[in-house]
């Protein structure tokens, strides 16, 4: 990161500021931080939390809808962390153009002008539910790794994309919701077998940092992140409890994938991550897993929350609960 201009787009998010926090912390080495995105309330608040003054930072109110901001906020960047969207799934399911307009014509925005402006390394957020997808969201997510993956061809830019899955106890999840639900005596369950993947922050934070440092463009990184059952979360939370059974939400699955299996035979395993590769390109499966240490996964491979290795206990839910609220009270 030494001497490197990167730009974060949705750099006042949960992720953004996490990840500028993390920048500042680990490669004080850094160039310049440009954070990109509409609401200026928010950067006044990030900017009191980390003053321009105090840190090589910029705050930049822009729209990825925007092309021409798009183009001058990639102006002399070197890497461009593209994490700005639309991301909650009701919403989106009702306002479909809108969250078009974000997540695919915005990233095509993004792309442009990465392009135009001779970046050397674009990464995007994507999520599990752009595999398989099954609501207006997930389907955005897919587009967008589908532009990303596309823009590869065109020249020397990276694009290379990252899979994110739920951010454990983050705005707007699980844990939350049956925090506050608690109150009311009662806990909203969609569905008693209903699973999810999990990451933590930080575990966030280092899958872009391996896509930054490892990524060759045109693949998808997924990280190995275990599952929890809802019904464990609601345990966890608050033991003894009523229950009620509220149906599945329109848009929602019983239990999600990272990686499908139409991907299986470009997928390989490396360390924490699965990383599917491109199927065209100059990519070469072989020599990737020869020069990395990587193995390629079984034929019939597929990463599903329901099916999982990895569980997350009510013990291990607990403690992490226990840490949020400590920290936010
Ligand atoms: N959090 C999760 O559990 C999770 C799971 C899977 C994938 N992801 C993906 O990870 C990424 C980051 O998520 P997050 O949790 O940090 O989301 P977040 O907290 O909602 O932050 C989103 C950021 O994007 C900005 N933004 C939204 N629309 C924009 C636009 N049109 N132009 C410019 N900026 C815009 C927002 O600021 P303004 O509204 O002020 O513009 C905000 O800074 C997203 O791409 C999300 O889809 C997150």
Not at 38 to 44: A, C, M
Not at 106 to 126: M, P, T
Request: some cysteine; overall charge neutral; aromatic content about 8%.
């Amino acid at each position: 990161m030494k001497s490197k201009n990167i730009l974060i787009t949705g750099g006042t998010g949960s992720f953004g500021t996490a990840f500028v926090g993390y920048l500042l912390e680990h490669h004080p080495d850094i160039a310049r931080i440009v954070v990109f995105s509409r609401d200026e309330q928010k950067h006044v608040e990030m900017a009191r939390r980390f003053p321009p003054s105090k840190y090589p930072l910029r705050y930049m109110v822009g729209d990825i809808r925007d092309r021409e901001r798009m183009m001058e906020a990639c102006r002399n960047m070197d890497i461009v962390v593209h994490a700005a969207a639309m991301k909650h799934v009701p919403v989106a399911e009702e306002n479909p153009m809108e969250c078009a307009k974000t997540n695919i014509l915005g990233v095509q925005n993004v792309i442009d002008a990465a392009l135009a402006n001779k970046v050397s390394q674009v990464i995007a957020l994507s999520s599990d539910k752009a595999v398989a997808p099954a609501n207006v969201y997930g389907a955005s997510k897919l587009f967008l790794e589908k532009l990303f993956l596309n823009a590869n061809r065109e020249n020397a830019t990276q694009f290379s994309v990252v899979r994110y899955a739920n951010v454990f106890g983050s705005k707007g999840s699980v844990v939350p919701f049956f925090l506050e639900k608690m109150a009311e005596g009662y806990l909203p369950i969609t569905h008693p077998e209903m699973t999810r993947f999990s990451i933590s922050m930080q575990e966030g934070l280092d899958l872009v940092m391996f896509a930054i440092q490892h990524g060759k463009g045109g693949e998808v990184i997924v990280p190995k992140a275990p599952s929890y059952r809802i019904l464990d979360v609601a345990t966890a939370i608050a033991p003894g409890v009523e229950h009620r059974i509220v149906g599945i939400r329109p848009g929602e699955k019983l239990h999600e994938m990272m990686v499908g299996a139409s991907e299986a035979a470009q997928t390989v395993e490396l360390g924490c991550y699965y990383i599917v590769c491109p199927s065209e390109g100059p990519w070469d499966k072989a020599q990737y897993c020869s020069e990395n240490n990587a193995t390629p996964v079984a034929e019939a491979f597929e990463f599903e929350s329901g099916r999982n290795t990895e569980w997350m206990t009510v013990e291990t839910i607990r403690g992490l609960i226990k840490q949020i609220t400590q920290t936010h009270g």
